[in-house]
């Protein structure tokens, strides 16, 4: 099985990739830190295919896509991993800029790739779609305005994936972690390390390997399941009752 994942430097992408090297399959790992990488480049010289790639970038993920080696051309997953939160503020106190960046990777990213690789498996009536989306898609919070956003078009775009490939055997899925404690929160509190880990404190959090585990699985089933949304938190997390202002 040949699997393209994106954001594969860190957290979910790394523990991903590494698992399905260890399993047999090839790997493409598209990223921007490719030196975390190199590591898995050495270790699996034969299996494993490293892609410099910012997935915002339409043009470069257009080549990068074409020029694969043809050993690793005829993608069966494609896995939309690479995404980001910035920010905590409330939408009225927001840096735009943050905002973007968060369009532009949590939502133009997924597009691009899917855009790319999705009539090729049309072509050859195969392959499967899996969406990183996130538990803030559904369940909204203080601060997650725009990130939250994000991850609604990310498990609604599944639905809707799903629904145009009808006919197909091409299979699409979305994962909705809850706490995962990876390097997400340092990215959202800008390298805060010490707010980061105060996130997960006095609880145990899900973790990369929890993630690339249920993926996994998902891959895994007959070609006749689709596995259409998957949400999980830890089991030290639950909802919030409904807020109220008072005077």
Not at 25 to 43: C, F, K, M, T, Y
């Amino acid at each position: 099985m040949i699997i393209f994942i994106t954001g594969a430097t860190s957290g979910f992408g790394l523990s991903m990739s590494r698992r399905f090297l260890k399993n047999g399959h090839l790997v493409v790992g598209a990223g921007r830190r490719i030196d975390r990488l190199q590591e898995l480049s050495i270790e699996y010289p034969e299996n494993f295919h490293l892609i410099e790639l910012d997935v915002r970038d339409k043009n470069k993920v257009q080549v990068a896509i074409q020029d694969l080696p043809e050993k690793f051309k005829s993608i069966d997953v494609l896995i939309n991993n690479a995404g980001l939160a910035l920010g905590v503020d409330a939408a009225q106190n927001a840096n735009l800029n943050d905002w973007e960046v968060m369009v532009d990777t949590n939502i133009n990213g997924v597009l691009n790739c899917i855009h790319n690789l999705l009539p090729e498996m049309v072509k050859r009536n195969h392959g499967h779609i899996i969406n990183l989306g996130s538990v803030a898609g559904e369940f909204p919070y203080p601060g997650g305005n725009v990130y939250g956003a994000t991850k609604a078009f990310v498990h609604q775009l599944s639905l809707n994936l799903k629904a145009d490939l009808l006919g197909t055997n091409i299979r699409v899925t979305n994962i909705e972690p809850g706490m995962c404690q990876t390097e997400f929160s340092e990215v959202r509190f800008r390298g805060d390390k010490k707010k980061a880990d105060s996130v997960y404190k006095g609880m145990q959090a899900l973790s990369a390997d929890d993630i690339a585990e249920t993926i996994d699985w998902v891959i895994s089933r007959p070609v006749h399941v689709n596995i259409n949304v998957i949400s999980l938190m830890p089991t030290q997390q639950a909802f919030g009752p409904f807020a109220t202002f008072r005077k």
